[in-house]
């Protein structure tokens, strides 16, 4: 088995000290087992690891190779879209950085569990369900609507003041919480005017919310919430519920394997913590896609 590990410069800022420590942690490892089957990458920008992964491979054809992502949500991204399709090739997390939104799964204050080098390396990999866009795979969550559109429209705005009326302006925005849309979810007919739509593969989101309470990524199928649009307040409070891990009243909450969704605007989307703007999408599960690593056996729960 070849490993290959892709490091993240943005997810280590200024602190060069502990990505060289992550370095050290692996040469020594590898060195202490007497081994070379190893190489250090570094991603300098976006997708740049997809082609570093790509090179890989092609040097190791035939051998079964371990890519572990190192930083945050945005480096496992580039990752699971270097690996997707490939043969013989596992998926590993080294989280540092933004903090992981997959890795909830495994419980609470587990994600530091993925740190250890030794253990990763020595894990097994189990069965785990992506979602393919049609140009990008996913592994935790799709958003489209307003969620998305507070965090771009929001980023970069450090005046609290400023903040605070950019964001009443998108809470407000008809466009954005009234969206007519068309879906299609299995051969059914959904459309209508939603402020959020949710596609998730797995259960969490951010630090203590809830993508969908039930969504496991090793059943083959995807869980769609739908929160039908009602007035600004209403729409926020029905967000805040459903993040809890409760049902509000406007949602429709089902499961399906295929979701296709238009409009006649552009709609505003997130792909775990990619952004993007287009007028259709769809969504599909792809059971099984990738063997993704997990450390003391831990396995996927759906949560308490």
Request: charged share 20%; glycine share 6%; hydrophobic share 40%.
């Amino acid at each position: 088995m070849k490993h290959i590990f892709i490091f993240d410069t943005e997810s280590f800022h200024e602190d060069e000290w502990r990505m060289d420590a992550i370095f050290d942690s692996i040469e020594q490892y590898f060195r202490d087992q007497g081994k070379t089957n190893f190489c250090i990458k570094i991603s300098r920008f976006r997708r740049d690891a997809i082609v570093l992964i790509e090179e890989q491979v092609k040097e190791n054809e035939g051998d079964t190779v371990r890519v572990y992502a190192v930083g945050g949500d945005g480096i496992l991204f580039d990752c699971l879209n270097g690996i997707a399709g490939l043969p013989n090739i596992e998926l590993a997390v080294v989280p540092h950085g933004d903090s992981i939104s997959f890795l909830r799964i495994f419980g609470k204050g587990k994600a530091e569990l993925f740190k250890d080098i030794e253990s990763l390396i020595n894990a097994p990999a189990i069965p785990t369900d992506i979602i393919y866009t049609g140009n990008n795979y996913v592994l935790n969550a799709g958003y489209i609507g307003l969620t998305p559109a507070i965090t771009v429209k929001m980023k970069g705005v450090t005046n609290k003041l400023l903040a605070f009326l950019n964001y009443l302006s998108i809470v407000y925005d008809k466009q954005i919480i009234a969206q007519q849309y068309q879906i299609t979810i299995d051969d059914q007919d959904y459309s209508g005017k939603y402020s959020l739509i949710k596609i998730a593969n797995g259960p969490y989101y951010s630090d203590d919310k809830f993508a969908a309470a039930g969504a496991i990524p090793d059943d083959g199928w995807l869980d769609v919430i739908l929160f039908k649009s009602f007035n600004p307040l209403t729409n926020l409070l029905s967000m805040r519920m459903h993040a809890k891990g409760k049902k509000p009243f406007n949602c429709i909450i089902l499961r399906a394997k295929k979701i296709a969704v238009s409009s006649n605007e552009p709609m505003w989307i997130q792909l775990d913590s990619e952004f993007f703007n287009d007028t259709s999408f769809t969504f599909e599960v792809i059971p099984g896609a990738v063997q993704f690593v997990t450390v003391n056996n831990l396995t996927y729960q759906t949560p308490q």
